[in-house]
């Protein structure tokens, strides 16, 4: 009886210990949603149950290699245990209550982090193609950028234009699949203001790695001042307003990059036009009107150095669009 007793209170100490060491390591990023509460809550009672099933497997083994390790000489057989009905029956009754008990709770974590706290929720449609996320938002403009208002719910109308993506906001911790001819939707509501990141986290292709943006959680004031800048660059009737329009449109500025800093997978336009660029076969050339339209509709004729062989899909656009997008261009200085 006082080896049970004495593996007893080892097993709840060294449970409690690994709970302790476990949560000191921070594994989970910032809460920053309303839905992040009761998963991170699921995700709490899990790591208890973890620390305690780890302790009650290995407290034992680890106390019976000591105090019962067989005596130099010892020849003689242990005991012979024909079997313990009581013992047998509580770890059949015991694990299943605790698996019922887990399902209600994930449950309850899945019904709270998908309830509707706001049946007139702004609806923000997003779509996701390799390898960029692109939003339009209910004001008629659309952003490579997701700005949301923090305290508010808001509803994401996603649709994939190739492949399946998944979006994810760690900090948000709610994931939800992108598919191809069907339209998914994330129900979200940040409750902290900051910059964050969307990434996809379903395996997209050669370049799934940079198919992440910027999420911006903002007070509501910031929010609506974004916005109206947003509708004054998007009504700017002007071939650079219209050019900007459609490289976010098409999920240009997933691989390109407008700072001077070079995008994930595509030289930066940041000045760009009217300057040298140096061939994958070692030539130079202009980058005027007739390179930037040849690049856009077959990429692969002129490879820049460094970014070959060309993961870019050859476009189709009219003049009037190649002549906006290009009037874009020019004016990244």
């Known amino acids: 009886m006082i080896h049970i007793v004495v593996v007893g209170i080892l097993v709840i100490v060294f449970a409690v210990l690994t709970y302790v060491g476990v949560n000191s390591v921070d ?21 208890i149950a973890i620390s305690f099933l780890f302790a009650l497997i290995m407290v034992p083994i680890f106390y019976s290699m000591i105090v019962f390790r ?31 008990a887990f399902a209600y709770m994930g449950a309850y974590s899945l019904g709270e982090s998908r309830r509707i706290t706001d049946t007139n929720a702004m609806v923000v ?27 508010k719910q808001v509803i994401l109308k996603m649709e994939a234009v190739d492949v399946i993506h998944s979006f994810w ?26 910059a964050y990141k969307v990434r996809c986290a379903e395996l997209c292709g050669s370049n799934h790695a940079f198919m992440e943006g910027p999420v911006i959680v903002s007070s509501q004031a910031d ?16 071939p650079e307003g219209r ?23 595509a030289p930066s336009w940041f000045g760009l036009f009217g300057s040298q660029v140096t061939l994958a076969d070692g030539s ?31 476009f189709t656009f009219t003049t009037e669009e190649l002549a906006d997008i290009i009037a874009y261009i020019k004016s990244l200085k």
């Open 27 to 47: 594994l989970m990023p910032v809460q920053a949603s309303a839905q992040a509460v009761p998963i991170d809550w699921m995700w709490n009672w899990q790591v």
């Open 284 to 314: 130079t050339v202009t980058a005027d009107e007739a390179f930037i339209t040849e690049s856009i509709l077959d990429p692969a004729v002129k490879e820049v150095e460094g970014y070959s062989p060309t993961v870019m899909k050859p």
């Open 223 to 238: 929010y609506d001042t974004w916005v109206a800048e947003q509708i004054e660059i998007a009504s700017a009737a002007t």
């Open 70 to 100: 067989r005596k130099k000489g010892d020849t003689s057989d242990a005991e012979h245990i024909e079997g313990n009905t009581p013992l047998e029956i509580a770890w059949t009754v015991v694990p299943l209550i605790i698996v019922v």
């Open 243 to 265: 050019g900007r329009k459609l490289v976010t449109e098409n999920g240009c500025l997933g691989c390109h990059s407008i700072t001077p800093q070079p995008g994930p997978s």
């Open 169 to 194: 906001v760690p900090e948000f911790r709610v994931k939800q699949d992108v598919v191809p001819g069907r339209v998914t939707e994330y129900r979200i509501t940040p409750m902290l203001e900051g």
């Open 125 to 151: 449609k997003v779509k996701a193609q390799q390898f960029s996320w692109t939003y339009e938002y209910p004001q008629g403009f659309a952003s490579s950028e997701l700005h949301l208002p923090v305290w």
